[in-house]
DNA sequence: TTGACTGAATTACAAATGTAATTAGACTTT
DNA sequence: AAAGTCTAATTACATTTGTAATTCAGTCAA
């Protein structure tokens, strides 16, 4: 099963950067933090141990230094913390999420058409494979 | 400001309770539970407690229990909830959010074709107030 | 070789959270 | 009125989380 702990917010923003990253140490991570973060090194250390602990991440030692690698991938991460949120808010439905996000907050009209799009081909790919 | 702490898990779940019921004791509150849920009358009593350290409940006394209702709408939470979601897995963007519902989850045929109405109705709704 | 310095590992700690045990007050039944 | 019984208030406590101080191990300059 899925048993992983779930993740809390200070990892997750930490596990983003090192999905981003591919691969890096503790400094790389933390470098990659906007200084506006007001983010401490060593919390940076401690988030990627905690990621690790928790399955994560790998760690692999590269003389002294620990080198942290996405074990998880982003798409399971989002699918599990979405579901959760999900469950939690709406009592597991989907659609009143999507209707929060499409009527209460400020969706460029870029963004409203690129939604049509995908609509449309998701659609069109059911009839297909009917 | 918005300077309410945030909900816990527990705290919304409770909360979602509160809103549906629109005003209740603990105990009817508890009772609103399915069995399924396992959780402690206490538990909810210190949900309830929480709930309104942190304002979002009101609580008055009629006799010598305490009756709660809501003080914060849905909505508000939902968006407040939301917002932060978006903020830690998507760096702010609403955007791969539902592209994620979209693409990630089995979204019924229903609510596709909602969706469509609700974004074709908001594209119409802009060119209106233009 | 000995401090000073650098960078990483270890340890610390208060606050928040999940969960409930314990205590206390009012009502009932002998 | 004492004992038992409900129900609600208070207190407790381990775990998790956010945040960082402290310690330790090499390296370099004197």
Redesign the interface.
């Given at each position: 099963m899925t048993e992983r702990p779930a993740l809390s917010?200070g990892e997750?923003?930490v596990a983003?950067v090192l999905w981003d990253l591919k691969h890096a140490t503790v400094r790389e991570v933390y470098a990659a933090f906007p200084n506006s973060r007001g983010i401490d090194f060593t919390t940076v250390q401690t988030y990627l141990r905690r990621l690790e602990k928790k399955g994560y991440v790998n760690a692999k030692l590269d003389g002294r230094t620990r080198v942290y690698t996405p074990r998880v991938k982003p798409?399971t991460?989002?699918?599990e913390?979405?579901d959760?949120?999900v469950d939690?808010?709406f009592?597991g439905e989907?659609?009143p999420?999507?209707?929060?996000?499409?009527?209460?907050?400020n969706?460029s009209?870029e963004?409203?058409d690129?939604?049509?799009i995908?609509?449309e081909q998701?659609?069109e790919a059911?009839h297909e494979s009917e």
């Amino acid at each position: 099963m899925t048993e992983r702990p779930a993740l809390s917010k200070g990892e997750i923003e930490v596990a983003r950067v090192l999905w981003d990253l591919k691969h890096a140490t503790v400094r790389e991570v933390y470098a990659a933090f906007p200084n506006s973060r007001g983010i401490d090194f060593t919390t940076v250390q401690t988030y990627l141990r905690r990621l690790e602990k928790k399955g994560y991440v790998n760690a692999k030692l590269d003389g002294r230094t620990r080198v942290y690698t996405p074990r998880v991938k982003p798409r399971t991460v989002i699918r599990e913390t979405v579901d959760d949120l999900v469950d939690r808010l709406f009592a597991g439905e989907t659609f009143p999420l999507m209707q929060h996000l499409i009527e209460d907050r400020n969706v460029s009209q870029e963004d409203l058409d690129a939604l049509k799009i995908l609509l449309e081909q998701l659609t069109e790919a059911r009839h297909e494979s009917e």
